[in-house]
C-alpha cells in the first residue's frame, strides 16, 4: 500500500474525522480531530491491509500561539507494509487533555507520561499518569516554552548540607 | 631520621595523631559514586596501567559502611541529589568527598534545570578535579592532595559541616617554636 491509498482508506472511513494531511518525502501526516483519535488509532491498528501495530513515538510540541497551543504527534509503524504514518491532533492551553491511545497500543504508556511530565497535556483514561522524569513534587512542566532554561528558583529541593 | 632510630633502636617515637593519619590517608576506600562518563576514567585509573592501589586506594566498596572518600564521577541532577546524599550520609566517619570533572563540580556543559550547578550545594566537597572527563592521572592527583590534606589537619574532634578548602601555601601543622 502506498501513501496516497492509505490515506483515500482512512478518509473512506472517517470523514469528519480526517482535518487535514501532508506528504513530504515519502511521509505522510495525517491531522485529527482530538476527540477521534482513538478510534482512528483502532482502526488504523486493527484494518488486516493498514495493520500500524507499532507504535515508535508519542510526543508534544509546544507551538506558544493563542489557540490550539499544544499539539500531540504519534508515529506509528505497520510491521507488515514497512511503512510509517504520523498522526497529530492539536490541543488547546486552556484545557489540554487529549484521550489516551494506550488502549490500541500498550506502548503509548511511557510515551504519554513523558509528555504529561514535558508539556503538561493530560492524556484522559491513561492507566498510570504520573510523571516519568521529573520528581513526582514537581509542579511545573519544562518543555513549555514560557518554561526558564535554568528553571523555578526553589522548585526542586535539594538536601540540606 | 625516625627511620634511622627506628634500625638503630628498634622504636621511634612519633605523635598518635600523626600515625592515625598516616594510616588513614594510605588507605582511603573508595565509595565509586560513578554516574556518568567520568566513571569510565575512574575505572581506567584502577586498572593496572593507572594502578590506584599505588596509593592504597585499590578497595573500591560498594557499599557506603565500607568507605572513606566518595569519589562522585558524573552529572549530577536534582533527582539523584538525594540518592548521592543518602549514600554520604550512609558512610562513617571520618570521611571525605571528590568531586570528579566538570558535571559534579559545576554542571558542566549541562547548564539546564534539571541539572545540580556543583555538587557542594549538598554535599561538603574536599576536592575538586577539573576535565571532560578528567583524565586517570587527574584523579590520582586529587586523591595526592586529598592524602596531603589528611595529614595537614586534625584526626579527631574535626566536625564536618563546613568543607575546608586547601589553602595555595598550607601553614605546617606544626609550627616551631622560638628558643
Redesign the interface.
Known sequence: MNNGQILDKLKGRYPESIIGSDEFRGDLTVNVRKDDIVRVGEFLRSDPDLSFDLIVDACGVDMYRPEERFEVVYNIYSLKNKRYIRLKVRVGEEDPTVPTVTGVWPGANWHERETWDMFGIKFAGHPDLRRL???EEFEHH?LRKD??????PDS?P???? | MAIESLQRDGFLTTRLDEVIKWARKNSLWPMPMGISCCAIEMMATASPRFDISRFGSEVMRFTPRQCDVMIVAGTVNYKMARVVRKIYDQMPEPKWVISMGACASSGGMFRSYAVVQGIDQFIPVDVFVAGCPPRPENLLHALMDLQKKIQGEASMGRGRGLPIYIPENPEPAIKAQPA
Open positions: 522524569y521529573m520528581p519544562p518554561f526558564p532554561l535554568m528553571g523555578i526542586l535539594l538536601p540540606r548540607r
